[in-house]
């Protein structure tokens, strides 16, 4: 391929239209006009995948086409069809030119190693297995469901997710992945990896000292420079990028119960509106500026958090009741109380995700109905203004299904309720797993994936690609 360097390509459009801007103006010539572009946009696609683009052009005179792939001229053809064979992220141009004018087009592609399903966050077996990454694509019209697993490692030889990968979040085009320890190389401190999404490559990681920052439990972005994250011994900025750093502590945040040495100061964390949301065992949501991270106050207690629902409003959950956050605004806070029997667990003993997730197309927002140490079948479904809605469950898994980690999610592209199951007790039948798809209209089952092998993998949560 030829390669154009930038800024001869900027001269020589400039010429040129220094040129066709001398025509006589007694005889006006319009420059090329280009009057069908067949691309999709911005857009994502999987390496394999293809974007075929056709183009159409007026002009009075003849007309020459480049086209441009990262700035490099791939073609001369009025058509092109781009297939990416790496992962990354690519600017594709187009240029109709002429002697009386040029017009352009471009957009930008992200081509991904995986695309079209999802990533499941596990947390491997302690003292065993280190934590891993699977990547699952549902069943369509012209496939059957399939399952590829330990992504992370097959991209990164010689490298692992630590001890007990618990959260994960795509921020950008990053997967945040949290670790409660890094047990496999040699040292038990928690860990922050950012990994590219395209590719699974990692970038950079922290190691989170439990003497200094604590055991680490969840992320979130802030903008492109900074992020939270959530520590038994408070919350902390995050600097980003290729070599992350820990910043400085969330004011307040880091408030525990002094009598209990194994006390848990923050669990989740959003960003929402001009606000950071963090959720603190003694001081409940703590509200936090985004811009200059002052304390701005709490809005009572919560244990389990967060889901942004389709406007934007934050839920977070008590044992026996529901909060909504109103973020647009002047943060307040609503609760819904819970009718007698449901209960939505904490998990500061052993902390995970929790299983509060949105709808995309509701106003309505799912719970796993658990122990105090997970298990159990039942979802429920509030919608919002129906109390009687959480008078019975919504979906109930079989008998042998028993929630695992966060255990639901729904999934931003398709709108289905998405459930990771394992069989009930402990040992054996946790190497049991299986990914069950619910309508989150109707709670009827979709489908049913059982890991074609016994693992135990611990699934921790369910991450989706934006």
Known sequence: MKKLHPLITICALVALSSLWSCNDNNNPVNSPSITKFTAPGDTTIQIGGKISIETEVDNEGGVEYTWLVNNDKVANTKDYLFEPSTP????????????NGYESRTITVLAMKYWGGFFIINEGN???TPGSINYFYPATATSDASLLTDIYAQSNPGKDL???AEYGTVWGDKIYVVSKGDAWS???NSKLYC???YDMKLVSTIDVIPADFGYAYAFAG???EKGVLTTNKGAYIVNLGDNMTMGNLLAGSDAVDTSDPDAVACGAVAVAGNNIFVINQIEGIMVYSKTNFAYEGSMGM???????????????ANTTELVKIETRLVPHALRIALPAGVEIHDSWISWNAGSLCASINENAIFFAQTGQFGGGNEIYKYVEGNDASLNAPFATGGSMDAFYGSALSVNPSTGDLVVNYVDPGFGAPQSKNRIVLYDSKTGAEKSRFVYPQDDYWYPAMTVYQK
């Open 186 to 188: 040699g040292n038990t």
């Open 222 to 224: 802030i903008d492109k």
């Open 302 to 316: 919560a244990s389990v958090g967060f889901a942004k629902d389709k406007d934007g409003n934050l839920w977070a």
């Open 126 to 128: 302690f003292g065993s």
């Open 195 to 197: 990994i590219n999404a």
């Open 162 to 164: 630590g001890l007990t």
């Open 88 to 99: 990354g992220h690519y600017t594709i141009s187009f240029i109709a030119s002429a002697k």
